[in-house]
């Protein structure tokens, strides 16, 4: 990918974004992108490979995709509701731009594609401090996958965004934790589930 200008970027994106939401992944072209960002195709070439990449570049870039860093706040426990209380934030900020395009992502498989690539790069290093933490207070036994962790916070963050609203409450946060999170974090660490 080579650098672009900016505030050259910032008009592809922008104008990426726009046109998604007027007519649609499906009806959106490279050309419009162009034309609606004052950007030649070649620029747009330049730094994205295609309008698959382009759309990965705004759900991600634009909308905080980036995996939340958690506070230490001295327990497993808390460490464990200041990431998911930072992720139900990320999921809130872009679920109506995701949600539009889940049918897409399901007939686009090159679109499904290049967002999985994007998913399988993101940083953990937040959730694995976490898990380090919680292990040296002892509150752990062993070694737990970071990414195992997100996955599973994730799953419930965008279950509940897409079956009942993005209502992120003391409740559903409290269950999350307590009844999912907490007990397969503790079980892995333990090895006693696989």
């Known amino acids: 990918m080579a650098p672009l200008d900016p505030d050259r970027e910032k008009a ?3 104008a990426t974004l726009e046109l998604l939401s007027e007519v649609g992944y499906d009806r959106m072209s490279v050309d419009q992108i162009a ?7 070649a620029t747009i070439y330049r730094r994205w490979a295609g309008k698959p990449e382009l759309v990965v570049d705004v759900i991600c870039g634009r909308f905080d995709m980036e995996v939340p860093t958690g506070a230490d ?20 900020r872009k ?9 897409t992502l399901v007939s ?24 380090e933490r919680a292990r040296k207070r002892g509150e752990l036994d062993g070694p737990v996958d970071p990414g195992r962790v997100f996955r599973l916070a994730e ?13 992120y409450d003391d409740a559903f946060v409290g269950e999350s934790i307590d009844a999912y999170l ?13």
């Open 12 to 14: 592809i994106l922008d």
């Open 35 to 41: 034309r609606r960002a004052k950007a030649s195709k």
């Open 73 to 92: 706040t001295g327990s497993l426990r808390g460490d464990l509701v200041a990431l998911f209380l930072g992720l139900c934030g990320a999921v809130e």
């Open 95 to 103: 679920h109506t731009l995701i949600i539009g395009l889940s049918s």
């Open 108 to 131: 686009h498989q090159e679109l499904a594609r290049t967002l999985r690539e994007h998913m399988l790069t993101r940083d953990l290093s937040g959730v694995r401090e976490t898990l």
């Open 155 to 167: 799953a419930l963050v965008w279950h509940q965004t897409i079956f009942t609203g993005p209502v």
């Open 182 to 194: 907490l007990p397969l974090v503790r079980a892995w660490s333990a090895g006693a589930v696989g």
